[in-house]
């Protein structure tokens, strides 16, 4: 089966601009993640869906971050205005539904640098 | 807050030694326990997951993990390593309730298998 896909693989920008990720998920998976990996960290949360409701979103910094995925598909990510400790691997994951005990499929990552 | 805690950050070992990576978790319930791993330029892949019954579970290249209910614990092993394990382990959890079926990671240990 396929992966999930991400896009770009690399991303730089400068401080104060904006950037957005797209992620596809594994064809029939139900549940999508966002993840922030800062270098030297484990991945940790940002927002995750059941098909195109918010579950989950009590770790995303609101005032910059968004993300969308309308038609409980393809899902972005968007940081407006980025800030340097933006920095940091943004992972999409997928699932085929919402237990705890459902593995998660992982994306290849963006790597953001914010100059 | 849930958590996760792994202690090494970085093992480098000589191929055909013995492998253990410790994890210790902190939750208040049942708990879901994964170990992924990422070899270099690859996505985040499953090695293996306890959801309950025999705490001795095995995952995929040899490894095993050990869950110790007492001790908080869910060590993965392998008992002689190869130069292809070369990668970043990370150890991972879930619970049941509200916040905590967020899927938890440790800050990963890297490991280095010298030829």
């Known amino acids: 089966e396929a992966g999930v896909a991400q896009s770009p693989r690399y991303k730089i920008i400068e401080k104060r601009q904006s950037v957005a990720f797209w992620c596809n998920p594994i064809?029939?998976?139900?549940?999508l993640y966002w993840y922030q990996q800062i270098l030297g960290q484990g991945p940790k949360l940002l927002i995750q869906?059941?098909?195109?409701?918010?579950?989950?979103d009590s770790q995303l910094p609101k005032d910059r971050f968004s993300a969308e995925r309308l038609k409980g598909v393809d899902s972005t990510l968007k940081i407006q205005p980025a800030k340097l400790e933006d920095s940091a691997v943004y992972l999409c994951?997928?699932?085929?539904?919402?237990?705890?005990?459902?593995?998660?499929?992982f994306g290849d990552g963006t790597r953001l640098s914010i100059l | 807050a849930q958590s996760v805690s792994q202690h090494n950050h970085h093992v480098i070992l000589s191929e055909a030694a013995s492998l253990e990576l410790g994890c210790n978790y902190s939750?208040?319930?049942?708990?879901?326990l994964f170990w992924y791993v990422q070899y270099p330029g690859q996505h985040l892949q499953l090695l293996l997951k306890?959801?309950?019954?025999?705490?001795l579970v095995k995952g995929i290249k040899g490894f095993e993990a050990e869950f110790i209910k007492s001790k908080f614990s869910f060590n993965l092993r392998k008992p002689s390593v190869q130069w292809s394990d070369t990668a970043e382990y990370f150890c991972?959890?879930?619970?049941?309730?509200?916040?905590?079926?967020?899927?938890?990671f440790g800050s990963g240990t890297q490991l280095t298998v010298l030829p």
């Open positions: 994951a997928s699932s085929l539904g919402v237990s705890g005990q459902q593995p998660q499929h």
């Open positions: 064809s029939g998976h139900a549940t």
């Open positions: 869906f059941q098909n195109n409701g918010v579950v989950d």
């Open positions: 939750y208040g319930g049942t708990v879901n």
């Open positions: 306890y959801f309950s019954g025999d705490p």
């Open positions: 991972a959890a879930t619970g049941f309730r509200g916040s905590a079926r967020q899927l938890t």
